[in-house]
């Protein structure tokens, strides 16, 4: 069977000190690839076959072991079902072109923090969930309002005229930093963690810069190293990075206190522009959709992989890669308007750039694969534990939420594959030879 997929936890860049990281460790490409191809127990198939019709012809007394239980496959088909549905607002999320308004990507990052009912609440959980997500985005509203009214009403720094662009992004930054953000942790990836405790991360914290620029009016975009989130603002024709972890982040190749306290913090160091292969940028639902990964990876490595699927499937549809999101993606993708991730200027061409279509399209990939790299996850514990009925109904669930064409994904066939034939396996050891035909024919 195939081996756990683990992610990998954006946090930091891939040049690091000696300080000991988190054992998670997050995406970098918005997929988690499995260590190994799908493997087989026991004997070839031609044997396996051999074996049942000689079991059979000797008159093999039958082993109680393993029955299948039609009642129990169809629970475990719509449970399945309902697992792989995605945050709904998060789907049609998913299919709108960017930029995002300001409240559609605020309620974007409260949804990838965990603020919605979720698809497995208990009966009336959506209405509390509700007026809680409420609660949260009135607060984080006046947090930005806050933060607005500060860094416009300070004086430029020549003493007349209004702030430019680039001042005022630099003085939300300090404020942030001063109001807002009160100790770094490494899995403080969810925006309510900010809004409760002032913890905070890469992602959690580019994140909330983000809609600050929104708020404020800047033109800004979040950047991506392998292991390690940021932002930039674009401003008097340039573009500024913004390291949002550190206080003095902003343009930090031009501060010695960012290079003397960046280190100290976070144990890593700093990407430069001018180092292009190992960094990108990313779209607005790529960001907010970071949050989502980095929950999945915390959860992978805890072997809680039920839920850790559930948030693929919201990342896979918020990344326009799940069902009816990608329809949608597709058909709102327009000229000139920013897709959900950007690609490396090594794969952009000689123009620096791609097309929207086209970089709606990889988002898309992305998301499929993360879903799939969680859909095997599960299915892998599932087998280890020789639920075939599960693992049989899961992968059918999975090619159901991939919308059209799910049924033949490479993938999801080879998963099936596995556990028919891991199953006909564990039929033969139990002496069950008419049902090994029977899961042999189901691997035709």
Known sequence: MTSIARGRYIEHTETSTSKTRSPVLDLTDSRARPRSRPGRRGAPLPTLLVLALLG?????????????????????????????????????????????????????????????????????????????????????????????????????RGGAGPRSEAEKAEAALAYLHAKVFRRYELDATTIDLVLDEGKYNCVSSALLYLLAMKRLGVDAAGVRTEDHAFCLVRTDGREIDVETTNAYGFDPGRKKEFADAFGKVTGYSYVPPGAYARRW?????????????????????????REALSLGASYAALRGGLGAAATLAGAEATPGATGSSAARPSEAGAAGATSAQAVTAKAAAEGRSFFLDRVNNLAVDLERRRDYDGAEALVEAAAQALGPGGASEPRLRELRSVVAYNRAVTLAEAGRWEEVLTACEDMR
């Open 281 to 305: 940028t990313m779209g607005e639902r790529e960001l907010a959709s970071l949050v989502l990964s980095n929950r999945a990876a915390v959860l992978d490595a805890k072997g809680r992989f």
């Open 56 to 156: 059979l012809a000797a008159g093999a007394a039958a082993s109680p072991a393993l029955p299948r239980a039609d009642a129990a496959a169809r629970k475990a088909a719509e449970e399945y079902r309902i697992l792989l549905l995605p945050e709904p607002e998060l789907a049609a999320i998913g299919g709108k072109a960017e930029p995002l308004p300001l409240a559609v990507l605020a309620r974007a990052s409260l949804l990838a923090s965990g603020l919605g009912p979720g698809p497995e609440a208990a009966p009336g959980a959506e209405a509390a969930a509700a007026a809680r997500l409420a609660s949260y985005e009135a607060r984080l509203g006046r947090l930005l309002d806050e933060l607005a009214l500060a860094v416009e009403a300070a004086p430029p």
